[in-house]
């Protein structure tokens, strides 16, 4: 069973910066696109940002130039850094290999089990 690892959750200030990690099954991680989602309690799953196999990012409104995304492929690993974070960022964050088109990023039953972020003072 494929599975991915998220880690790097934690409890942060506002303003703060956390960077958390998702590592992806060396058979899966040249074949497949990485998307962080998150969930805020109540609310639905929500995509956060992206990165193709080639090293092309997407994120989303509410997060573009705080957060940045990036793959290491020597570790197999990719990351999303999160700076001047904002209570709203407060959430579970998961991570997804699946596929990036056309400016729409398709999830694949490949989660992981999540990494709690609170942005709290």
């Known amino acids: 069973q494929v599975q991915l690892v998220e880690s790097g959750g934690g409890l942060v200030q506002p303003g703060g910066s956390l960077r958390l990690s998702c590592a992806v099954p060396?058979?899966?991680?040249?074949?497949?696109?990485v998307g962080w989602y998150r969930q805020a309690l109540g609310k639905p799953r929500e995509l956060v940002a992206s990165?193709?196999?080639?090293?092309?990012?997407s994120l989303e409104d509410s997060v573009r130039g705080r957060f940045t995304i990036s793959r290491d492929s020597v570790k197999n690993t990719v990351h999303l850094q999160m700076d001047s974070v904002r209570p709203e960022d407060s959430a579970v964050y998961y991570c997804?290999?699946?596929?990036?088109?056309?400016?729409?990023?398709?999830?694949?039953?490949?989660w992981g089990q999540g990494t709690q972020v609170t942005v709290t003072s």
């Open positions: 990165i193709t196999t080639d090293g092309m990012t």
């Open positions: 997804n290999a699946g596929a990036y088109y056309r400016k729409t990023f398709y999830p694949t039953n490949y």
């Open positions: 060396e058979s899966i991680f040249s074949t497949h696109d």
